[in-house]
Each structure stands twice: as structure tokens, then as C-alpha cells.
């Protein structure tokens, strides 16, 4: 009896731990096609990563930014609103006391052997709280100089730190009376749209006119690169063009081949030897 209600309980628990990686599964390929990343190069890591599947799964030097750096940041970008500053404070300390007490319930009931512990579901619940907790240990984490006026950020895995002006910051940020609408990031909102232009019967200079207009402005970024847009435009109608002169470049030899069809076989030969 006792095997049968330990193998059910196995059964349950396995079946909660595929749902969940099923989940995130479908979330992360979305998120893949959302952003648009290339994947044609891109391996599967072999099994044997599982072995050592924690050590794997841990997170790299420079994604610790995302953990620390980012919620430093968002306090700092709040600290100049009062009403959102207490709720923010508010939360901090709501939040670090129920870590605490949610770690201190769990650690005890595992201390005592409980039977009815789902250990899939307080691994899952003891990494939530471990995020929670990272968070919240970047929040209290200060730097020696830094003031009301100046925050200093270590970039990890690089070696390199951040000076943020705060008098500046401040300037930058506004604050909005209303929520603003959100949605998921698509794969065509990062892909540039480019004009098709009919080639199929058109001369170069009215088609050189239709790209000039279909191009714009040429924007370029700092480094005085061609932005991404605008490359990606010039490289299109570029290829187009050279379609478009190679199709000229054909009938008109066509044309000088077919005056000696039949008639002069050598001339003939030679026209067509110069297109080869």
C-alpha cells in the first residue's frame, strides 16, 4: 500500500515538473521568434550537460547585471517620487520578511523528514525565493563615495564599473499620471520594411528615382556606420539593380546575336563568346 501511494506520488509529481518545463519551453521558443535571433547555426547542447545540470544552469558573471544592477537602478529611478518611493520601500520590506519566514517554514518541515513534502515542488519554490533573494541583496548593497548625487554600478564579468549622475537622472525622468499599454515584442517589429519596386518593366534611371525616394534619409549611427535600416534598404535595391542592368545587358545581346542567326555563323559565334 505504502508503494503504491509513493509510486502515485511520484507519478503526480512528475507529471507537475513536465508541465512546468513544457511551459517555459513553449515560452522561451517564443521569445526566440520574438526577437528574431538566428538559429539555423545554432546546436543542441548534447545530454551530457545534464550531469552536472546546477553547475550548468547557474548564472554567467555578466547576466548578474540583470539581477543587481537593474533593480539598483529602478530604486534609484524612483527615489524622487515620494508616493512611489514608499511603495517601493513598502515592498522591499514586505518582501524580505516573507522570504524569511517562507524559507524558515520550509527549512523546518524538511528538517523533520516530513512525509508530506513535494520535493519538486519546494525545489521549484526554493529557487523562486533564491531569485527573490538576490534581488533583494542587490537592493542593500552600497558603494564607498556614492551619494544622493552619484551611484557607482560594477559592470560583472568585465571588470569595468558605471557613474550615474543622479542630478542628471533625475532631469531625464518622468513621471506619467497613466499606465501605458504593453505587449509582446514580434519578430516584425525588429525586421525592417523595405518598398518592393516592380523591375519587370522599368528603366535605370526611373528606377534609381523610386529607390532614391523609397531609401530617404541616409542615416548613419555614431561610429559614422550606415545604420541598420538604411543598409539594409541599399543592399536590397542594389541587388534589384544589377538584376535589372543584367536583364538590359541580355536583350541587347540577344538583339546582336540574332542579326547573324542564319546569316554569318562566325559573327554569330563572336556575339555570342562576348557574353559567356
Known amino acids: 500500500m505504502l508503494k503504491k501511494s509513493a509510486t502515485a506520488s511520484l507519478k503526480n509529481q512528475t507529471d507537475q515538473l513536465r508541465a512546468r518545463l513544457e511551459a517555459m519551453k513553449k515560452e522561451s521558443e517564443e521569445l526566440v521568434s520574438a526577437t528574431g535571433m538566428p538559429l539555423s547555426n545554432v546546436q543542441e547542447p548534447p545530454e551530457?550537460?545534464?550531469?552536472?545540470?546546477?553547475?550548468?544552469c547557474d548564472d554567467v558573471a555578466f547576466w548578474l547585471n540583470f539581477?543587481?544592477?537593474?533593480?539598483?537602478?529602478?530604486?534609484?529611478?524612483?527615489?524622487?517620487?515620494?508616493?512611489?518611493?514608499?511603495?517601493?520601500d513598502m515592498s522591499f520590506m514586505e518582501e524580505l520578511l516573507k522570504v524569511r519566514s517562507m524559507m524558515g517554514l520550509m527549512a523546518t518541515k524538511v528538517e523533520k523528514n516530513d512525509a508530506s513534502i513535494?520535493?519538486?515542488?519546494y525545489s521549484m519554490a526554493t529557487q523562486m525565493l533564491e531569485n527573490k533573494l538576490s534581488v533583494l541583496k542587490a537592493l542593500n548593497t552600497t558603494v564607498e563615495g556614492d551619494s544622493d548625487e552619484r551611484m557607482t554600478l560594477n559592470i560583472q564579468g568585465t571588470g569595468k564599473a558605471i557613474r550615474i549622475d543622479l542630478n542628471k537622472l533625475k532631469e531625464a525622468v518622468s513621471f506619467l499620471d497613466n499606465s501605458v499599454g504593453e505587449r509582446a515584442q514580434t519578430a516584425s517589429d525588429l525586421q525592417t520594411v523595405?518598398?518592393?519596386?516592380?523591375?519587370?518593366?522599368?528603366?535605370?534611371q526611373d528606377y534609381v528615382k523610386k529607390v532614391v525616394a523609397a531609401i530617404g534619409e541616409i542615416k548613419k549611427t555614431p561610429n559614422k556606420l550606415l545604420h541598420?535600416?538604411?543598409f539594409i534598404k541599399i543592399f536590397k535595391y542594389t541587388g534589384d539593380f544589377a538584376k535589372l542592368r543584367s536583364r538590359d545587358i541580355k536583350e541587347k545581346a540577344q538583339d546582336s546575336r540574332c542579326k547573324f542567326f542564319d546569316v554569318?555563323?562566325?559573327?554569330?559565334?563572336e556575339e555570342l563568346m562576348k557574353t559567356v
Open 48 to 56: 551530457s550537460v545534464l550531469e552536472n545540470l546546477v553547475a550548468e
Open 228 to 230: 541598420k535600416d538604411t
Open 194 to 204: 523595405v518598398e518592393e519596386i516592380d523591375i519587370s518593366d522599368i528603366s535605370e
Open 264 to 269: 554569318d555563323h562566325k559573327k554569330y559565334l
Open 67 to 88: 539581477k543587481k544592477a537593474a533593480p539598483m537602478l529602478f530604486c534609484a529611478l524612483m527615489e524622487n517620487n515620494q508616493a512611489i518611493k514608499q511603495v517601493r
Open 118 to 121: 513535494d520535493i519538486i515542488e
